[in-house]
């Protein structure tokens, strides 16, 4: 359990990333305060600065660092909190392996970007670009920042081929009726008690419901999946988490603003999508 001369742990977070939700969930479900570091994961990314890249190669979000030690990725991190910290034990069975390992499979990334394909070839470009600049001002990083455009320039080439796309989507329903079969005579995916299989899960069918896919479980279409959905919604640590199942104008006013549109151009759609909160706000509050 954790020692109380140790400070709260470090996360390095950004509210949108799938990984660092998880994180969050897994978070709020043992009760572990922590202390959050904003990392901008937008056009202009600082997982790929030199500091960031010290941290984890990968360069990748969530990253946790306690007493000393680096955790990097949803998976290590959880199972770190879960073990290290009091609270409910989440990992009380070896089969939430098997549902976390479904989740994991799934290439999230793609399908977000599918969601917003003009978009997510805009910021793959940029990324790639980004990496290209720092890869000539930081030549001792310059292989690791190769074999992260090696990545996203496959990324960008899964996004321009309607054929993958259709073979992940085809992918996720096979994973999808897996969690139907195993939701209908049980509560959680394991059995009786919410696990960390469920966290995972939990942050899924939310970027799923973001994405638009959530007709793809309902009342008459995988009706274990969509009880499960209202229960995990229902969690107090759903809502303290930040899980969005939809876009904020928030999210898209910060969007806008770390955007490499002009600067005037940025203000105007600022100033509109706050024109618009504020008359929601007069009318519908």
């Known amino acids: 359990m954790s020692s109380p001369e140790l400070k709260p742990p470090k996360l390095y977070n950004y509210p949108l990333y799938f990984g660092c939700q998880i994180v969050r969930l897994c978070a709020f479900e043992k009760g572990v305060i922590w202390r959050e ?92 670009l980004r990496l290209e600049a720092r890869a000539a001002t930081n030549p001792e990083l310059a292989e690791l920042y190769g074999r992260k455009a090696t990545e996203i320039d496959r990324l960008a080439r899964d996004l321009s081929s309607p054929e993958r796309i259709a073979a992940v989507e085809r992918q996720l329903e096979v994973v999808l009726d897996r969690a139907e079969a195993a939701l209908a005579h049980r509560p959680f995916l394991t059995g009786d008690r919410f696990t ?18 959530d007709r793809l479980w309902s009342a008459d279409r995988r009706a274990g999946l969509a009880a499960y959905w209202t229960r995990l919604q229902d969690r107090r640590s759903f809502a303290r988490a930040g899980l969005r199942t939809q876009l904020s104008l928030s999210d898209l006013a910060s969007a806008v603003l770390r955007s490499h549109w002009s600067g005037l151009l940025r203000i105007i759609l600022a100033l509109t999508l706050a024109a618009v909160g504020f008359w929601l706000w007069r009318n519908y509050a």
């Open 196 to 213: 960390l299989a469920d966290v995972f899960w939990a942050a899924l069918l939310a970027r799923l419901t973001l994405l638009g896919h």
């Open 37 to 128: 570091i904003t990392v901008d994961a937008g056009p202009d990314p600082e997982v790929f600065d030199p500091w960031f890249v010290a941290l984890t190669p990968a360069m990748e979000l969530p990253v946790l660092s306690h007493g000393g030690r680096i955790f990097a990725g949803a998976q290590a991190i959880c199972r770190y909190l879960d073990g290290a910290f009091d609270g409910p034990l989440l990992d009380h069975r070896d089969e939430a392996q098997t549902w976390i390992d479904l989740v994991e499979s799934l290439p999230i990334a793609l399908l977000t970007a599918a969601r917003f394909p003009r978009f997510g070839r805009r910021l793959l470009q940029r990324r790639f």
